[in-house]
């Protein structure tokens, strides 16, 4: 499967500041997501990546707080703006390759907000 | 939208016993079910899955069983070891797994050796 590299893999942030999170994968791949994970928690879709065009946003969540790029087939990026200690979190990158491929996800970035 | 739910959220097993992990799912059109492993810190990994046009498939001691009628699958894991300890997460999506996944809300399966 797909190497997928994760970075940062944790940072701490003040209130109010945004942090970009990049992801970058070993070789090109038909679909990259975004997911939040809260302690405890399950896996909740942020949105898709699209390639050249705009993200796909799940309910709940929005362009604004988190734009994302994905400027080729193997590297995206989240930015989770103005920050609140609600958003402390671990938020990992997902990917499938093309042809029935399965979906695999990097390591997270474990963010935590002051 | 799909839903699915997994139960129990906890699970404690004798070591050398059998675990089983319970989901359902509420889209008829679903035809893609992997399950994820997610040891503590690490990163959910794919450890099997099914689809649609099988009942049943298995990998050593993992199997996965598929009742599209009742809309549930099962998580089965034979001879239990201490490293099989982690969280489970269920999923499902359409068109053999190239729409988004929905992931039920985790099994906390302990191996008590």
């Known amino acids: 499967s797909a190497v997928i590299s994760q970075k940062p893999s944790r940072d701490i942030c003040q209130r109010g500041t945004s942090l970009t999170i990049q992801c970058q994968v070993d070789s090109q791949v038909t679909m990259m997501f975004w997911y939040r994970q809260q302690p405890g928690q399950s896996l909740t879709l942020i949105a898709t990546a699209n390639q050249g065009s705009e993200a796909t946003y799940e309910s709940g969540f929005v362009i604004d707080k988190f734009p994302i790029s994905r400027p080729n087939l193997t590297f995206s990026t989240l930015t989770v703006s103005n920050m609140s200690p609600e958003d402390s979190s671990i938020y990992l990158c997902?990917?499938?390759?093309?042809?029935?491929?399965?979906?695999?996800f990097g390591d997270g970035t474990r963010l935590s907000i002051l | 939208g799909e839903n699915v739910e997994q139960h129990p959220s906890t699970l404690s097993v004798q070591e050398g016993d059998s675990a089983v992990i319970k989901c359902t799912y509420s889209d008829s059109a679903s035809n893609y079910f992997p399950w994820y492993k997610q040891e503590l810190g690490k990163r959910p990994q794919l450890i099997i899955d099914?689809?649609?046009?099988?009942g049943e498939k298995k990998d050593q001691r993992i199997a996965v069983t598929l009742n599209k009628t009742a809309k549930h699958f099962s998580l089965h894991i034979t001879e239990t070891q201490p490293e099989d300890s982690a969280v489970y997460f269920c999923?499902?999506?359409?068109?053999?797994?190239?729409?988004?996944?929905?992931f039920g809300t985790g099994t906390r399966l302990t191996i008590i050796p």
């Open positions: 997902s990917v499938r390759g093309g042809g029935g491929q399965p979906q695999h």
């Open positions: 999923a499902a999506s359409r068109n053999f797994g190239n729409e988004k996944l929905t």
């Open positions: 099914i689809r649609s046009n099988v």
